[in-house]
Nanobody, 126 residues
Framework: DMQVAESGGREVRTGGSLTLSCTVS????????MGWFRQAPGKEREGISC????????YYQDSVKGRFTISKDIAKNTLYLQMNSLKPEDTAMYYC???????????????????GGQGTPVTVSS
């Protein structure tokens, strides 16, 4: 079975930094594209970053571009999201998932696979 487990979320102050981790099992992080998603209270889940399967080229939503960095460690089979200059509007539950659109093109977020991630909460306080 494909499984992911997100971790690293916590409360931070505005301007702070966090690194989220996503450990995977049942597949490898270079077998699919990998995406980070978030869902803020009362809002729909949105795809914020995607890293393609074969290279370290990545996509970022405009709201996080320049502040967040997605990466993966193939040896550890783990995906990361380094988040800097955090803002209160970054408060959300963060999820990772494998993505079938391997080049992260177009509406890649619609091609996420369900790997059972429960998410990790990030709260940014002012």
């Amino acid at each position: 079975d494909m499984q992911v487990a997100e971790s690293g979320g916590r409360e931070v102050r505005t301007g702070g930094s966090l690194t989220l981790s996503c450990t995977v099992s049942g597949f490898t992080v270079d077998e699919y594209a990998m995406g980070w998603f978030r869902q803020a209270p009362g809002k729909e889940r949105e795809g914020i970053s995607c890293i393609i399967s074969t290279y370290d080229r990545a996509y970022y939503q405009d709201s996080v571009k320049g502040r967040f960095t997605i990466s993966k460690d193939i040896a550890k089979n783990t995906l990361y999201l380094q988040m800097n200059s955090l803002k209160p509007e970054d408060t959300a539950m963060y999820y990772c998932a494998p993505v079938r659109r391997l080049d992260c093109s177009g509406s890649w977020w619609d091609y996420a696979l369900n790997a059972g991630g429960q998410g990790t909460p990030v709260t940014v306080s002012s």
